[in-house]
């Protein structure tokens, strides 16, 4: 072609030109691939702008680049300034709300942000739609906005970390393994206060060992040595239980504790199935066969559109990996079973099979189970929810469940509480209670063991709680150990200065080898002070409250209390993060690298914890 040439080049010293791969195009000499394809023809007939404007100049039109920028003069724009405020605004807006980049930059939020501008100074034209924002400018400065509340967020947690943070962390799965971090301490109001710190990608695995490297190395990007983080407490579930190893204190999840208790009070584990007889491992498959079949009833309301349409609400969805969600879709099931029964006709064949075996007896087994597990499903939806200081509530809750259970496995169901009334044996099943009673006891007996000094000294620190009437004598000896352990061994009251005195002989003596009173004594007198200390029981005010009153009277002990009830029982609120990630990131959300979608969903939860940050 006389259009393009090959670019040829000759080495000093020698006669010959050499090829070097490259051709130039001779009226605007960009340098194009000297290879076969088609992209030295568009060049030609599509892109090279100098051949344009011959040709125009031939023709004798006039050249429409010329017409364009005219146009471009009377239209109205928006000022560098502007775009960059609507930018900034588009971004904050994915922050606090988890809106994805692809819904920002849409075409209906482009409509409406143009509306908008038009509503405030008229004058603008279609054209405006394209000077808006594109995604990946939306995404880079969400992306800066995250980093800056990351920081603020350590920032935070640094002044907490030589006494009072509490780590908690869960690993999960969202397209790519993720460790989910937050940290918890107790403000100057003894408020709890609970931080998201880290959506870290896990990608070398899920092992002890790897845990302890992404935590470590989480802080230190923030300036926190590693020393400081292993002297933490952690929260975490059982299979992290090998961190005890690692950081200060070990706290074991209390959700996870209560879903394992009710699971083997109907599924015993296989070396406790020996201390039943035949007749009660029947009864207990009858209970199991009544949950599935209120998860087939489940399932069949949830694929029915007809179905969802008149119910009031749908029932729980049952997933293997909890099953206090299935005791839950038990409970919605019997909520709403007039509703069912009044729509029994637009189930399905199974739906309809299993809502009948579902209401055998009036109902009677599956009313019998909402009955046996209704305090468990109450307070595990209040540990899950972490609104305020709840460590001390743990042991005290197993404690109502044993005696309570001890009470119906001796057929005694008189209420155990003041605002329970006694239960209605016309309308239970007598021997499913009794034997979901026993096989209750044998695996409360088991998991409340994995539960340390921490949560016996919580409750000896709790003022409605702390004469531990319903625990071992070991048991009270063993909290009073471990508040001692955490209270600061020196007095933190002023020492007044020692008015002057003559030398005497003697007294210097006793001075030398007298017994002396150290400060470890004077703070062990607030812990025996505080025992002794009498509270009205009716007393509305909370944990929170009576510490903050008695932060000067006990002031070692208060330290010791920051500590203990900074620590949370449950590292539910982790798990809550992979739910609302999958609403954070985008649809598409491979496409972002781990560590960009780490920034999205961490930036979107301190935005929304924290929106006087941004």
Known sequence: ??????????????????????????????????????????????????????????????????????????????????????????????????????????????????????????????????????????????????????????????????????????????????????????????????????????????????????LTRRFEEFGIPEEQVLKCYITADGALSGLKNHFEKYVRCVNHSLNLVAERAVNPLEDDKKKFTQAELEILRNVAATMRNAEKVSNAIRTNWKMCETMSKLPALCIQTRWLIGLKCVTDVFELSDEIQSNFGLLSSIGRTAFSQFAASDFKTARTIVVFFDKILHFNKMFQTQQSVSLHLVLPLYKILEVRWKRYQTFNFKAVDNDEDDLDM?????????????????????????????HYAAVLLSPRTKEMKAFATDDILRAKRFVRSVMPTERTAPQEARPARTIDAVQTLYELVGDRRTSSEGVSDELEKFLNEKVEWNASESVEVY???????????????????????????CETSFSTAALHLDKRRARLHCQKAELVVLGAQLASKYPDWI
């Open 547 to 573: 510490w903050l009153k008695k932060k000067d009277v006990f002031p070692a002990l208060f330290a010791a209390a920051k500590k203990v009830f900074a620590t949370l029982p449950s590292e539910s609120i």
């Open 1 to 214: 072609m006389e259009e393009v040439q090959l670019v040829l080049y000759r080495a000093e010293g020698e006669d010959e030109f050499q090829p070097t791969g490259k051709a130039v195009c001779t009226l605007c000499l960009t340098l194009l691939a000297a290879t076969h394809g088609n992209h030295v023809g568009r060049h030609v007939l599509e892109r090279c702008k100098k051949r344009k404007v011959v040709t125009d100049d031939q023709t004798g039109e006039e050249v429409p680049a010329k017409q364009r920028k005219i146009t471009e003069y009377n239209n109205k724009k928006l000022s560098a300034i502007q775009l960059k405020k609507i930018t900034e605004a588009s971004s904050k807006f994915c922050l606090r709300s988890g809106k994805s980049f692809n819904f920002v930059s849409s075409e209906p939020v482009e409509k409406l942000i143009f509306d908008v501008i038009n509503a405030i100074t008229p004058g603008f034209t279609n054209d405006t739609i394209q000077q808006l924002p594109t995604r990946t400018t939306i995404q880079a400065y969400s992306e800066r906005y995250a980093r800056e509340l990351v920081s603020k967020a350590f920032e935070l947690v640094k002044p907490q970390m030589e006494n009072h943070l509490n780590i908690v962390i869960d690993h999960g799965k969202l397209v790519n393994n993720y460790l989910s971090i937050y940290g918890s301490f107790l403000n100057d109001e003894f408020k709890l206060q609970i931080v998201p710190l880290g959506f870290t990608p896990a990608l070398e695995g899920k092992s002890i060992a790897e845990t302890v490297k992404l």
């Open 426 to 454: 016309d309308v239970l099943d007598t021997e499913v209670l009794t034997c979901l009673a026993k096989a209750g006891l044998i695996a409360l007996e088991h998991y409340i063991k994995e539960f340390d000094d921490i």
